[in-house]
């Protein structure tokens, strides 16, 4: 949020710009330079710093096309037909708000996508990968657009310069309208369409209070990002350790690594490529039943365990339609539904979250993450319940099994491998050997185990797993793919041209 915060000299690092990146630059070819589609896919390919993957390349050809029929759509259906004509420069604006201690806090606004103007109409046109059939509407993201493009300057400089915007202020529209394109499939949504007047209002209305909060946030919140950002380690939120891979990446550049990223790169490396610009995944391809079951346990749990105050997950806390319900994003039925509930109820009994009233804090699905400076690798572990009972902390993940099967625990689950590791480095809470349990449900019943992180031949054998799992990704940076049969189950199937060949 604040402009023109970097570091000076910074670690090289590998920067992917996502997809609809790249698309833009294809569009600027099409609707700037006046090429053809495939003219403008030429271009774009021979300009790139580097060879662009080609899974990127497939998705693209198809995602130009999509967005071309939507925007031809778009123009049918104007009630008043406008010439509009497209805009190069991005648009923005400096805006200042009062911290609340009299300070002034500066910030700037700027919005990303397709840019159209004409007959004091401006139109922005949002790129998203996926289709937008049953997009939800983020309101607080519509006003916040719609209230810039309705008195945007024109952005001269770059937006990733080391200094403040340089803008120069262009006359403000009479009418706004805001539109999302799906280049996945060609569907799209008017988002927003009012007069200037009213799109100040909507900003007003659900942007401001959101922007200032962000504006004005000082905390820090390590995640899946930290791979790409200048201040690591410098940034009092990420330990630095070397060593703690047990790998040596000097000469390489720095890039991110978690245990997902690791098993993508293990079915095929292009996946990772594909994860990492977000294209659209097909995700029937990938979840079996089973997954989604567990995924339906997991977001039940982790939706008990965020209550405030922190309790134990209670006896009737669970699904009230046993043979169909749903939590987060995952819905389950029949067979897989009842068993679902039926862990769901085993893990009353074994719920981290007991203890005295008011001595219990927890953490559901808090990344933890930690610089590894010898590997040059930023490492993410996504965990799944961090808690305190009392003044002892503990990390838990828990696992939905068919059978319970007592051998070589690390290795079936590196989780808790890299929890172990994590813990004796000091990298989960600063400095302190945090306990690390995992919780079984399985068709037989709920069991807790705890790994006695104290024990160095547990953590040296923990060590070995987390090593082996990060070998091979780490000394293949360059991602090709590895056509086979996991392309039946890859859910970037469609963008891939190896696969397809
Ligand atoms: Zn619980």
């Known amino acids: 949020m604040r402009p023109a915060l970097r570091l000076e000299s910074g670690i090289p690092v590998i920067r992917q710009a996502g997809a609809t990146t790249a698309l833009g630059k294809v569009l600027d070819h099409l609707e700037h330079d006046g090429f053809s589609v ?21 998705w693209l050809a198809q995602a130009v096309c999509h967005y071309l029929a939507a925007c031809a759509e778009i123009a049918w259906a104007e009630t008043v037909p406008v010439e509009l004509a497209p805009v190069s420069r991005n648009w923005g604006r400096r ?9 002034a806090v500066v910030h700037e606004e700027v919005v990303s996508g397709r840019r159209f103007e004409g007959d004091g109409v401006r139109e922005l046109r949002l790129l998203r990968t996926r289709s937008v059939r049953d997009r939800a509407r983020d309101e607080a993201e519509i006003a916040l657009v719609a209230g810039v493009v309705a008195n945007a300057a024109v952005v001269l400089s770059g937006m990733w310069d080391k200094r403040a915007l340089a803008l120069r202020s262009a006359p403000s529209p009479h009418r706004v309208r805001v539109v999302e394109i799906g280049c996945s499939d060609g569907s799209h949504n008017v988002l927003f369409e009012g007069t200037a007047q009213e799109a100040h209002e909507k900003y007003r209305r659900d942007a401001e209070s959101v922007v200032v909060a962000a504006a004005s946030g000082t905390e820090y919140l390590p995640g899946a990002d930290c791979g790409g950002c200048d201040l690591i380690g410098q940034c009092p939120a990420v330990p630095v350790r070397p060593g703690l891979l047990g ?7 720095r890039r991110s690594w978690s245990l997902s990223s690791g098993r993508s790169f293990d079915d095929c490396p292009a996946r990772l490529v594909a994860e990492r610009l977000f294209l659209p995944r097909e995700r029937a391809a990938e979840d079996s039943d089973h997954i989604r079951r567990g995924q339906a346990v997991h977001a039940w749990l982790e939706d008990l365990h965020r ?9 009737d806390e669970v699904p009230s339609t046993p043979g169909e319900w749903s939590a987060g994003r995952w819905s389950v039925s029949g067979e897989q539904a009842r068993l679902g509930m039926q ?9 981290a979250l007991r203890g005295p009233a008011g001595h219990v804090e927890a953490h559901p699905e808090r990344p933890v993450v930690v610089f590894d400076p010898k590997a040059n690798v930023v490492v993410v572990a996504k965990t799944d319940l961090l808690y305190r009972t009392g003044g002892v902390w503990r ?5 939905t099994v068919s059978v319970l099967d007592e051998s070589a625990l690390m290795t079936q689950f590196p989780q808790l491998a890299l929890a172990v590791v994590l813990s004796a480095e000091g990298g989960v809470r600063m400095g302190e050997r945090v306990r690390v349990e995992l919780e079984r449900l399985s068709a037989s019943g709920p069991v807790v185990a705890e790994l006695d992180v104290e024990d160095s031949e547990i953590v040296a054998a923990a060590r070995s797993v987390v090593r082996t799992r ?5 000394a293949s940076p360059s991602l090709t793919a590895k056509p086979g049969e996991v392309c039946e189950t890859c859910p970037f199937n469609q963008w891939c041209p190896e696969s397809k060949a």
């Open 343 to 351: 862990m769901i109820a085993d893990h009353t009994l074994t719920c």
């Open 307 to 315: 209550r405030v105050p922190a309790r134990a997950c209670a006896a």
């Open 247 to 253: 790998v040596d990446g000097s000469g390489l550049p």
């Open 470 to 474: 990060v070998e091979a990704w780490h």
């Open 95 to 103: 805006r200042q708000f009062d911290a609340g201690d009299g300070e």
């Open 395 to 399: 990390l838990r993940e828990t696992k």
């Open 38 to 58: 495939e003219e403008a896919l030429e271009r774009w390919q021979r300009y790139a710093d580097r060879p662009p993957p080609p899974m990127l390349v497939g």
